[in-house]
């Protein structure tokens, strides 16, 4: 299996982020995680490890607006200029708006609280870089199914499903599945699955109203875990992908039986779809040992997941998204793996 993988990762370090509460804490989301994944990957004898291809900004602004592109490209650079009596390692603003304010503001504060959705999305120095060269992770590894491979792995960092057409937020930037997944439709049916243990908002943003892509998200539920407002049942999609999106929320405790009998009505959509790809978006914070999931997901239960959706003999891409049991996290990508190789 072709794993594609970039160093630029290690650009975008962000030193703490804020929790309920205020807490400071160290930024979970860390180069630790993808360092882990490699080296676990690393001792297997059917990946093989690439660099991603450079595919420029057109497939990011087929997904993305191009004005919070261009926010993410400067964003940094624009701060820094900004007289503070305080050290500025990172962006991050302190004033969103409610519904109803639409006004984009000039300053980079404000424009900042207007295409961030919470706190842990800090734009440092080497973030956009380090965004750009995870969706290329991404799309590189759309190319090689594309071109006839049974699947690939593309361990991204920064992860994407929270991000949406305009806004970044939980430690995700720019969407890699979904900028992978659009760019995939211009050969046929897409489907994304997202098995991260937070809903896929980001995702659910980009193709809510799309009737070339179905996705599915089965996650803990937001009435009582992040991202709280998105990620309900009840959100099936609108206009042309009207049914198109579907939210599986699980509760907190949610076991193996229970989540691979749910994974099991996502794969009667699938098949009902009939796409001709598929992209998961991985994130192994379903398992039990996560500092931020509350699922009792064994790895026993990862490999018959990953076995499961294997099992639709589809062209798949894999595209990492959260996980922080550093730990635990390579060996569950290699359950995860381990059927499609
Ligand atoms: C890609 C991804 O998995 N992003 C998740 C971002 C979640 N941020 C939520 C932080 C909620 C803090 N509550 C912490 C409770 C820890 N015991
Ligand atoms: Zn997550």
């Known amino acids: 299996m072709q794993i ?13 982020e804020l929790f309920d509460g205020g807490q400071h804490m160290p930024y979970l989301e860390s180069p630790e995680r993808a360092e882990r994944i490699l080296s676990a990957l690393r001792e297997l004898d059917w990946i093989e490890i690439l660099e991603p291809e ?12 191009a004005d919070y592109v261009d926010f993410l490209r400067t964003a940094y650079e624009e701060w ?18 409610p519904r109803g304010w639409s006004h984009r503001p000039k300053s980079i504060l404000g424009r900042a609280g207007y295409h961030m959705f919470d706190l842990s999305a800090p734009i440092m120095q080497g973030t956009y870089k380090a965004a750009l060269g995870s969706a290329n992770c991404a799309l590189s590894g ?64 980009i193709f809510y109203e799309r009737g070339d892509v179905l ?26 992908g009207s049914s198109l999106h579907r939210n599986f929320p699980l509760p907190i405790g949610t076991d193996d039986e229970v989540y691979l ?25 379903l398992y039990s040992g996560d500092p931020l999931g509350k699922f009792a997901v064994t790895r026993d239960g990862i490999r018959k997941i990953g076995a499961r959706i294997a099992d639709l003999s589809l062209p798949t ?20 793996l381990g059927k499609f190789a």
Request: glycine share 10%; proline share 6%; with cysteine.
């Open 80 to 97: 820094i200029q900004v007289k503070t009596g305080y050290e500025k390692i990172a962006l991050l603003p302190a004033t969103f708006p």
């Open 142 to 205: 759309a190319k090689a199914i594309l071109g006839g491979e049974r699947s690939a792995f593309a361990l991204c960092r920064p992860p994407g499903h929270h991000a949406g057409k305009s806004f970044c937020g939980g430690y995700c930037y720019l969407n890699n599945a979904a900028i992978a997944a659009d760019w995939l439709t211009a050969k046929g049916k897409v489907t994304i699955l997202d098995i991260d243990y937070h809903a896929g908002n980001g995702t659910q943003d």
């Open 4 to 16: 594609f993988y970039s160093e630029t990762h290690k650009l975008h370090n962000p030193p703490f």
């Open 261 to 285: 009998s749910t994974l099991g009505e996502a794969i009667d959509l699938i098949q009902s779809f009939d796409p001709e790809y598929l992209v998961l978006s991985a994130g192994m914070d």
């Open 317 to 336: 891409l894999i595209v990492l998204e959260g996980g922080y049991n550093n730990a635990a996290l390579g060996e569950n990508i290699a359950a995860l």
């Open 54 to 65: 450079d595919f420029g900004l057109d497939p990011i602004l087929a997904v993305h607006d």
């Open 215 to 240: 996705t599915i998200s089965i996650h803990a539920d937001p009435d009582s875990e992040y991202p709280a407002f998105c990620g309900y049942a009840e959100e099936t999609g609108a206009g042309r």
